[in-house]
């Protein structure tokens, strides 16, 4: 899977026909993930301008399209969990954060 995409549409992308932009790792997030859609198709656009245009078309859609987007970051929960999981029986113990947030639990 490539992580640049080469962008060409009307609003943007430089003289010589294309801008490579990277599209951004998936999340949880249903907003984030439509986010990331939405820059790949207006890159044209500046950060501040692709989140104030992508959030008002966020709330324009359907319920239906925005669980779409919210299904495509399940799959990486998942996935990503049991890589934690795996790679904390690999090393036997748990990151440094993990042991800090057990530190301060005990200590309330």
Do not use: D
């Not at 999340?27 to 993930?33: F, Q, V």
């Not at 501040?48 to 929960?77: D, F, P």
Request: aromatic share 6%.
């Amino acid at each position: 899977m490539s992580c640049r995409v080469v962008c060409s549409g009307e609003e943007g992308g430089s003289s010589s026909g294309g801008k490579f932009i990277r599209p951004g790792p998936l999340t949880r997030s249903g907003y984030l993930n439509y986010l990331r859609e939405y820059r790949q198709k207006h890159c044209g656009l500046t950060a501040v301008e692709t989140v104030r245009q992508g959030a008002k078309a966020w709330n324009n859609l359907s319920q239906e399209e925005k669980n779409r987007y919210k299904q495509m970051g399940s799959s990486i929960t998942s996935r990503s969990a049991s890589l934690r999981r795996n790679a904390r029986s690999r090393s036997g113990r748990r990151s440094l954060s993990a042991r800090r947030r057990s530190v301060r639990r005990s200590n309330r």
